[in-house]
């Protein structure tokens, strides 16, 4: 079996590179080949390697001549945090996180709703924001006049991936050093599985946007709780309940069936093609695999800022090697220096990516990646209805239907897992003798 997927390979691999070359013929958004998404796609996997082979390498280095044990000097603070992690011992303040966490497990029903409350709106507010800012960077042009055309447009989805991380990485530092935080004890570059596949989804995010509409990319991220929970089994050994996989279901089925039964004709300069569909399954198993290793990584009990800070840093680290290493950084700030509009928008789009990350990391530390995910799911339908009633569009008997279907799964999760709440409860009680 092995024998015939290597014997395979170069013929599938053959069949890809030809559909994505004809989709370059298709795609308006495209000037030449170097443009092309699968040609950027392995330059930029090339500079995060220079950075990630002699990573592993050194890494094995250290383990294979027990550093920890031997180790001496300056560097050796840095090298056992950055390889082998902190000691796990108890402090005060791991101690009053721990009575936190605790609190927060035997709070009251009302207090969690107020939370996830807390949480979805953050989210909502600054990923609304923020994908109607991605979609104008990505399929507008700059410098230009509606009426006369011309402008030149932004190309480099790298660079904006750059400009959200760095933001970030600055406020999630600033936290960590204004605000107590947990001892931590994680090595520090088990971080870097989580940036490597952050930077991966959020390429394929604005990159897809020159290859499909933005429906489709929409109805994309709305389908994908079903990966997030199979990417649980695989990298955090989770169990789900089938009221859980039930649940999942109706949320992608009802948002399927509003966002199909919407209007479509959003852009007409772009097109669905076999290169975007390719680009999305990309997204959607990078970033499930993204907010499960988060959740498994939150085993070390350390803070969300801190989760944020050591996930950006190593994607600043991978981003800014790769840019520089194309020449596409100093281009690409030459490109901001031309068009104001632009670099406000960049900007803008980072605030909102850098709250978002808060967000996503206090919601997957209280909640799980699963909740945040359908959390997420909602968001899509939101951004339709916001669009429906801004812009007048008219909402069928179907999308009113589906919008109903997405409601009472939402209603069936909190419902029954309120009920495995309580029967917890009473089976941890100890039986009361009667006299």
């Not at 570059?189 to 390429?203: D, E, G, T």
């Not at 997405?406 to 495995?420: D, E, G, K, P």
């Amino acid at each position: 079996m092995s024998s015939f997927l290597w014997s395979v390979r170069p013929a599938l691999l053959l069949c890809l590179c030809v559909c994505v070359l004809a989709d370059t013929a298709d795609t308006p958004l495209l000037e030449g080949w170097q443009d092309v998404w699968l040609f950027r796609f392995f330059l930029n996997i090339l500079g995060y390697s220079t950075i990630v082979i002699p990573g592993y390498f050194l890494i094995s280095y250290f383990n294979r001549i027990n550093y920890l044990e031997t180790g001496r000097g300056l560097c050796f603070p840095v090298i056992k945090a950055c390889v082998f992690g902190s000691d796990s011992k108890t402090t005060l303040l791991d101690d009053a996180s721990a009575a936190a966490r605790n609190e927060a497990e035997s709070t009251s029903s009302a207090r969690q709703a107020f939370k996830l409350i807390f949480c979805a709106a953050g989210l909502q507010v600054s990923y609304l924001t923020w994908g109607v800012l991605q979609e104008r960077v990505m399929t507008r042009s700059y410098g230009g006049s509606e009426t006369e055309g011309g402008g030149e447009r932004f190309r480099d989805s790298q660079f904006l991936v750059f400009m959200n991380r760095i933001l970030a990485l600055t406020v999630s530092g600033l936290c960590c050093v204004l605000f107590k935080q947990p001892r931590h004890g994680a090595p520090m570059y088990k971080y870097s599985f989580a940036s490597l596949s952050n930077i991966l989804s959020s390429w394929c995010q604005y990159e897809a946007l020159k290859y499909i509409s933005f429906p489709t990319q929409v109805l994309a991220k709305a389908s994908k709780v079903i990966p997030v929970m199979l990417m649980g089994k695989l990298v955090s050994h989770k169990s789900y309940e089938y009221w859980e996989y039930f649940t999942a279901v109706l949320i992608s089925v009802g948002v399927s069936m509003f966002l199909l039964s919407s209007s479509t004709n959003k852009h007409p300069s772009t097109v669905t093609t076999f290169s975007g569909v390719v680009i999305l399954a990309g997204y959607i198993m990078f970033d499930s695999f993204t907010s499960n290793w988060q959740d498994n990584l939150f085993k070390y009990k350390m803070s969300s800022v801190q989760m944020m800070f050591g996930v950006n840093l190593f994607s600043c680290l991978f981003t800014v090697g790769s840019l520089l290493e194309q020449g596409a950084f100093f281009d690409s700030l030459a490109f901001m220096s031309r068009h104001s509009e632009f670099a406000f928008h960049a900007v803008l789009l980072s605030i909102c990516s850098a709250c978002g990350q808060l967000f996503i990391f206090y919601t997957i530390s209280q909640f799980g990646a699963a909740v945040f995910t359908i959390i997420m799911t909602l968001r899509q339908a939101i951004a339709i209805l916001l669009s429906c009633f801004i812009y007048g569009h008219a909402i069928t008997f179907v999308g009113a239907l589906g919008v109903a279907v997405v409601f009472l799964a939402l209603f069936l999760r909190i419902y029954a897992r309120s009920r495995m709440k309580k029967g917890s409860k009473r089976a941890a009680q100890p039986p009361v003798q009667k006299v």
